[in-house]
């Protein structure tokens, strides 16, 4: 091949615009390079429809007439025999386009009136297949076409099939990004209704842990109350009985000294009592407000413990529950204390439901809360002596919706969303130990830097 039809290859094969993904430059960059090489002022690119019926015009360029053409069309039905050797898939050398067999077609309707004589088709192929040609047209004497002029012209068909192979990846890439994004925000928008519905089964857990805690106090307050207001009503009359013996003058020394001991007697037992009452609602507000609550404070666990649990003791009572709580002193952690009240409400309540029935035989239902600190973590441990739980289902016990009370109500979320807050609020761990008829023990491991 002659060195400039080498050095022409040669710097087409380098250009950026034949791998950059844009067919346009690409286009440009080939035809011009066809009539360099060629010294033709006259080329285009035509590719195939999908039937292969047509051949349509990418562009042309007419260098004499300084004119571009696009969407020029040539069909199968007005050129037969164009396209018979075009269907032979091989290079159409036509010196004399006139007479060609393969070209003689165009003579009237195109290549005199433009005074062509020679045409050079090489085919363009991608990935195997032909996809279509380009078009190499000379004017005026008839010429005839070289074998190093075909061979280079086939060469710039190869090249424009690579710059497709490259428009091809980049639509892919282009599309993968678009996926891509698509994926992402799918991703986001699912994530931030999973979390929104995570935060519902969440409140809606809390609310039920403390519907059970109302139920418990305010049975377990209406008891100090009832003995208030009959200490209280008792006084009232002791001191109505007094009043009358004042007024009829038969009120005695001794009869004041005894009014004034039943009087101190009641008031001191209606004073306990509502002292008692007091303290389980401030109980009861506390654990609520810390449970409706995210913010992060210092706490001594050996007395905010006790508070959350206290109020706990009236819905057990009613259920024959003993509850102990073992917790070190001096204690402290930096935390969220209402997702630790949750916790603790929530196993304490889980265990009341779940653990204790008429099958288990224990010499006395109990549930045991423990809190300790082991290497950097803070270890809370809430265990009871019911009936177990078989290892088989260990594993399901923290998946959403299992429950073995469903009958009774249960939602089966409980220890599911307990294991989304230990992980998600403490990045912490969760971990259950049970045997069968021999309760039960939930382990909350919570790192602490102190």
């Not at 349509?56 to 004499?64: F, P, R």
């Not at 995570?198 to 409140?203: G, S």
């Amino acid at each position: 091949m002659k060195e400039s039809l080498e050095l022409i290859l040669l710097r087409v094969s380098r250009s950026a615009d034949i791998d950059k993904g844009d067919l346009g430059p690409a286009l440009r960059l080939i035809i011009n390079s066809v009539c360099e090489g060629l010294h033709i002022t006259r080329a285009g690119i035509w590719l195939y429809d999908a039937e292969q019926t047509l051949v349509e015009c990418a562009l042309l360029i007419d260098k004499s007439n300084n004119l571009e053409h696009e969407s020029l069309v040539l069909t199968r039905k007005d050129f037969p025999h164009y396209f018979e050797a075009l269907d032979s898939e091989r290079t159409i050398a036509a010196h004399d386009a006139i007479t060609d067999v393969a070209t003689f077609e165009f003579a009237d309707v195109y290549l005199k009136p433009l005074g062509i004589s020679s045409m050079l088709d090489v085919p363009i192929r991608h990935r195997g297949k032909m996809i279509g040609i380009i078009c190499c047209e000379h004017q005026g004497e008839p010429r005839t076409w070289e074998d190093d002029e075909i061979v280079f012209a086939a060469t710039l068909a190869d090249l424009y099939g690579r710059a497709v192979s490259a428009n091809e990846r980049a639509l892919y890439e282009a599309k993968l990004i678009q996926a891509n994004q698509t994926l992402e925000q799918n991703v986001k928008d699912r994530t931030a209704a999973l979390e929104a519905a995570q935060e519902k089964l969440i409140e809606s857990e809390k609310m039920a842990a403390l519907g059970n805690l109302v139920a418990g106090i305010a049975h377990e307050v209406n008891t100090p109350l009832g003995i208030a207001l009959t200490s209280v009503s008792n006084c009232k009359e002791e001191l109505k009985a007094i009043f009358r013996d004042f007024e009829q003058g038969e009120l005695t020394e001794q009869g004041f000294k005894d009014f004034e001991e039943v009087c101190s007697e009641g008031l001191t037992l209606a004073e306990n009592s509502l002292m008692r009452a007091a303290n389980l609602v401030q109980d009861f507000k506390r654990t609520s407000a810390d449970q409706t609550s995210l913010e992060i404070e210092e706490i001594a666990l050996d007395e905010y413990i006790p508070r959350v649990c206290n109020p706990l003791k009236p819905m057990l009572r009613k259920e024959q529950v003993e509850l102990s709580i073992d917790v070190t002193p001096n204690l402290v952690i930096t935390t969220c204390p209402g997702v630790i009240a949750q916790i603790l409400t929530n196993l304490i309540s889980n265990a009341q439901r779940h653990a204790f029935g008429p099958s288990v035989n224990n010499g006395g239902n109990k549930v045991a809360v423990s809190c300790s600190k082991k290497d950097n973590h803070i270890v809370i441990s809430v265990r009871d002596n019911g009936k177990g739980i078989a290892e088989e289902f260990h594993r399901k016990v923290f998946e959403p919706f299992y429950t073995t009370a469903r009958d009774k109500g249960g939602t089966g979320l409980g220890l599911h969303i307990l294991y989304n807050l230990v992980r998600q609020k403490f990045n912490g761990d969760i971990s259950l130990l049970s045997t069968p008829g021999d309760g039960t023990t939930v382990t909350v491991r919570i790192p602490s830097d102190s």
